[in-house]
């Protein structure tokens, strides 16, 4: 195992990690929700993820209580929000530390897929409704945090296809249809007639 990796190098990786994948997080953040509050290494508090190294240099430990970070767990576990939480008694290496980070961004936005995929179509017709749209010249709302590879894709419109022309006549009841008038029929439309 290669030389563990010091906070300042490791909040740097996730801090580009963590930006590459489209997240604007913010460095040294305090975080103040379900009766939580800490310094947050990194957060991006529109997509409500982020990431903190416990580490002894900053006393972390004295900061993140045990009670705090079950609290945090199961907002996690919710959906509420997703933080990737790093303890220095667990050394990693720099690449060890990037490979868990992907993971934890992959399983992320595998969560949000499937939160999305789970609402009802009408809850997303209603919020597809509500965001505000820009005026001519005014502020455009901010991208999604979500890479465009991990959004589901749009369903397409689909396209009608126009109605077949008939040309054969419609058989009154005084005429009988027999195989021979049939073919006759069938004859005169590929040839473009009438029969």
């Not at 609290?71 to 290496?93: C, H, N, W, Y």
């Not at 992320?108 to 499937?114: L, P, Q, T």
């Amino acid at each position: 195992m290669t030389d563990a990796v010091s906070e300042t190098k490791a909040c740097d990786l996730l801090a580009r990690l963590f930006k590459s994948r489209g997240y604007a997080v913010s460095r040294n953040v305090m975080f103040r929700e379900y009766g939580v509050e800490f310094h947050a290494d990194g957060w991006d508090p529109r997509a409500r993820v982020g990431f903190e190294f416990l580490s002894s240099e900053d006393d972390d430990h004295d900061d993140l209580t045990l009670a705090e970070y079950q609290t945090l767990m199961a907002a996690q576990k919710r959906g509420e929000l997703s933080l990737f939480i790093i303890d220095e008694v667990e050394p990693l290496s720099a690449t060890d530390l990037v490979r868990a980070a992907t993971d934890f961004l992959n399983e992320v936005e595998a969560a949000k897929v499937r939160r999305a995929s789970r609402r009802p179509q009408s809850a997303r017709k209603g919020r597809a409704a509500q965001q505000p749209k820009a005026a001519s010249g005014g502020v455009k709302p901010a991208k999604s945090a979500v890479p465009r590879a991990a959004r589901p894709a749009a369903k397409k419109a689909a396209v009608k296809k126009p109605a077949a022309k008939t040309t054969a006549r419609k058989t009154t009841a005084k005429q009988k249809t027999t195989p021979r008038t049939v073919a006759k029929q069938r004859t005169a439309v590929r040839r473009g007639r009438r029969a």
